[in-house]
């Protein structure tokens, strides 16, 4: 029974120490002031992708700015700016103009789910600001979005 209790002792410390030695990662969103636009990036998705060249929100994009809204609900003082883009295919007045319906449509389903459109600056950058500079499906899917910017941040 000794020796049960000896290899039973000795497999407690092996998994302690083995814990003490883990380089786990340090939980930084502890740290992060509440309210701010790294509170917002840490715990809120700020990008919404839309269908080409379409402004009606998805399924998917409804949850997205649902989230938006619980959080700017939340921290009532914060201001945001929608910004809106476009992929490159099609002319530059063409995609300002749905880029500035893609913002639209979020700033609406925010306002719809109870921020107060004061709160909300809308800006269309069409296809000058690409998140993604290639010319494959993928790449425009990336450039087919919204962006929800803290103000300040």
């Given amino acids: 029974m000794n020796r049960k209790i000896l290899l ?3 497999a407690c410390v ?3 120490l083995a814990a003490c030695s883990c380089t786990c ?3 930084e969103a502890a740290n992060i002031e509440a309210g701010t636009a790294a509170d917002f990036a840490a715990n809120v998705r700020d990008k919404v992708y839309f269908n080409f060249d379409d402004s009606k929100l998805s399924p998917d994009a409804e949850k997205i700015v649902a989230q938006q809204a619980e959080w700017l609900k939340t921290h009532s003082a914060v201001a945001v700016t929608i ?3 476009a ?3 099609g002319t530059e007045d063409y995609n ?3 880029a500035l319906r893609r913002a639209n449509a979020v700033r609406d389903a925010l306002v719809r789910l109870g921020v107060t459109a004061d709160r909300i600056t809308v800006v269309s ?3 000058e600001r690409p998140f ?3 010319t494959t499906e993928k790449d425009y899917a990336l450039n087919r979005r919204t962006a929800t910017v803290v103000a300040g941040g």
């Fill in 8 to 10: 039973g002792s000795i």
């Fill in 14 to 16: 092996s998994v302690l």
């Fill in 25 to 27: 990662p340090v939980d």
């Fill in 83 to 85: 910004e809106g883009h």
């Fill in 87 to 89: 992929d490159s295919r």
């Fill in 96 to 98: 300002k103009a749905l």
């Fill in 125 to 127: 950058y069409g296809k």
């Fill in 132 to 134: 993604s500079q290639g």
